[in-house]
């Protein structure tokens, strides 16, 4: 299996602009987990889906945060607009039986 | 309340032993975990212990728990500069597959 896949791997973009954070989680993992990082607040966890449907969304900073699952291969995290403190790594993770395998990652940076 | 710590920072030299310290809040965590990032990556498992042990080794890593004052240690031995990443240990949620993570540990192996 190839792993956690996430797209784009590097975004930058003007603040304003909407911003589509794309996951591919492992075949046949049920959980998959949306976490934020930066220097400032360590790994954060922004929402997390089980058999596609959203169970936590407490860690979503804000109505400007969306974020779905359509079917099981296959997530989104949107922004819009986005703003220059959006600016941080994006992780995906999925798991089955509590291992979490992340993805290497979206670098957002809003000017 | 879900709270997980760290220290920033922890430097060794080769071949020394390091040991990087973590508190947890929830006494109903079910499983800990330690995950190492290294740049530019995502996070991987390095090793995870079931909240009813008291320690557990796979080679050069022990990890330690004292589940009274909710406190997970990591000990490396004979530390490599290859060991050099951000260290996270993360605490599932009792009944989901949720991690808390804490704020990480930069080990800095010096040669």
């Known amino acids: 299996d190839a792993g956690v896949i996430q797209s784009p791997r590097h975004e930058v973009t003007e603040m304003g602009q909407e911003v589509t954070l794309r996951c591919k989680p492992i075949?046949?993992?049920?959980?998959l987990f949306w976490y934020r990082q930066t220097m400032m607040r360590g790994l954060e966890l922004l929402i997390y889906?089980?058999?596609?449907?959203?169970?936590?969304d407490s860690g979503m900073p804000e109505d400007r945060f969306s974020a779905k699952m359509p079917n099981a291969s296959f997530s989104t995290l949107k922004i819009q607009p986005s703003e220059p403190r959006d600016s941080a790594v994006y992780f995906c993770?999925?798991?089955?039986?509590?291992?979490?395998?992340f993805g290497e990652g979206s670098r957002l940076t809003v000017l | 309340g879900e709270d997980v710590e760290q220290s920033l920072f922890l430097s060794v030299r080769e071949g020394d032993s390091s040991v990087i310290n973590c508190t947890y809040t929830?006494?109903?965590?079910?499983?800990l975990y330690w995950y190492k990032q290294e740049p530019g990556a995502g996070l991987q498992l390095l090793t995870y212990i079931f909240s009813n042990m008291d320690m557990k080794q796979d080679q050069r890593l022990t990890v330690l728990l004292n589940k009274k004052d909710k406190h997970l240690s990591l000990r490396i031995a004979d530390t490599q500069t290859g060991d050099s990443a951000i260290y996270f240990c993360?605490?599932?949620?009792?009944?989901?597959?949720?991690?808390?993570f804490g704020t990480g540990t930069l080990l800095a192996v010096q040669p």
């Open positions: 993770a999925s798991t089955q039986d509590g291992e979490l395998f």
């Open positions: 929830d006494s109903s965590s079910t499983y």
């Open positions: 993360a605490e599932s949620m009792a009944a989901t597959n949720k991690l808390i």
């Open positions: 075949s046949g993992h049920d959980y």
């Open positions: 889906f089980n058999n596609n449907v959203p169970i936590d």
